[in-house]
């Protein structure tokens, strides 16, 4: 017997139908897209997209180190002795899960309000053009990446010291409890990302659960969390926040959102059997992990497809070919941001899937956030159909 999550896709629409079936469902929602409110935080950092020199020509010209193994290979060669690597800066940009996730919802349209880690007493100039879409409000200074990008991933250095000072003290002091609680109890969605580099979200989920969520009244809203590779944490703090998200299941439909790499993390702290690294496999592991953790609804995106796993059962969506992205910092956040504009729409498990690989199919080949526009125009041309979505974190 055929026991497979996957096993029901010859049931499902192709994938022209349901980019026929998408695009007409997000054309008739299009006027709607204005009124849908979104709270989200609470990170926020300034992200230096890298490129590292692997011959120089001239003072203008070089050719960049092409993968991260070739990167690896020549500083594990520096072993005992030493080496220099350029760094060459190719954007300054925003950055943080938070405010690209934030910075892509509201080009689609949605009315904003995030709370984060953007420069305390002021925004920095960064995030002026955010500033322009969304109701932005800044608690603390924000986090400093340098992101070396090469073809086959990135590296993300991190300077997170002043992700401290994101706290409930300071996010009641600098941004005020009655305001924090209208927020979360009048948005459609609700989003905290970036559990990992944010030492005390745990404690705000907790107070949260505390002394907000038990005043929420009417139907359950969306919540959105994010890890964001939780390699460096331990497995108790891990563990707690698995047991938190599911708390606040009820007044929420919760979901959590993971890459390849997370969903394996996660895997051996939850002690799942390991799965082979296919298609097949990680629909498995997808379906395992929805049953251990107990969230409504969780989404995987690794490079070439992207699939959830919800009590409707495993759903998979390829997505468009990237021969050559322009950025990939931030591909992973714009897929959430498609995924989570498809659910407030109540879209299908499928039908977000495909919001969420084309917002991050846009995204890197162009660096900038699409919106509802976008998205329909590339279902009509759909470039390398089948192939592979870069959507990384």
Request: glycine share 8%; charged share 25%; net charge neutral.
């Amino acid at each position: 017997m055929n026991t497979s999550p996957i096993a029901k896709a010859s049931t499902r629409p192709d994938p022209e139908t349901l980019r026929e079936r998408c695009g007409r469902r997000l054309s008739e929602a299009g006027p709607a897209l204005n009124r849908l409110k979104v709270f989200a935080g609470f990170d926020g950092f300034v992200d230096r997209i890298i490129h590292v020199v692997d011959q120089r020509e001239n003072a203008e010209r070089f050719s960049r180190l092409p993968t991260i193994e070739r990167f690896a290979s020549r500083a594990a060669a520096a072993a005992g002795k030493s080496t220099n690597f350029e760094l060459v800066q190719q954007q300054i940009k925003l950055g943080g899960n938070g405010p690209i996730l934030a910075n892509a919802l509201a080009t689609f349209g949605a009315r904003l309000t995030y709370v984060g880690a953007l420069g305390w007493p002021s925004a920095h100039p960064v995030f002026a053009p955010f500033t322009e879409r969304a109701q932005v409000h800044s608690v603390a200074d924000p986090g400093l990446t340098d992101a070396l990008e090469f073809e086959d991933g990135k590296l993300i250095l991190s300077k997170c010291d002043h992700l401290r000072d994101v706290n409930w003290p300071n996010l009641e002091a600098r941004f005020g409890r009655e305001r924090l609680a209208e927020a979360f109890a009048s948005s459609e969605l609700v989003a905290f990302v970036n559990w990992t580099m944010l030492p005390a979200m745990s404690d705000i989920w907790e107070t949260l659960q505390r002394e907000l969520m038990p005043q929420l009244s009417g139907p359950p809203r969306r919540l959105f969390l994010d890890l964001a590779d939780p390699e460096k944490r331990r497995r108790e703090d891990i563990r707690r926040a698995l047991e938190l998200m599911v708390r606040f299941r009820g007044p929420f439909n919760v979901t959590l959102g993971l890459n390849e790499k997370e969903a394996g993390e996660l895997a051996k702290v939850l002690e799942l059997p390991p799965r082979p690294r296919t298609e097949e496999g990680l629909a498995e592991l997808a379906q395992a992990l929805h049953e251990k953790i107990g969230v409504d609804t969780l989404v995987i995106h690794p490079v070439r497809y992207a699939l959830t796993a919800s009590p409707s059962g495993v759903e998979v969506v390829q997505g468009p070919f990237v021969p050559n992205p322009k950025i990939t910092t931030g591909a992973g956040d714009h897929f959430n941001a498609g995924f989570c504009l498809g659910q407030m729409l109540g879209f299908s498990d499928a039908e977000s899937l495909l919001m969420g690989v084309t917002t991050s199919g846009h995204y890197v080949r162009t660096a900038q956030s699409p919106t509802h526009q976008d998205l329909l125009a590339m279902w009509k041309q759909w470039p390398g159909a089948g192939s592979a979505a870069v959507s990384r974190p």
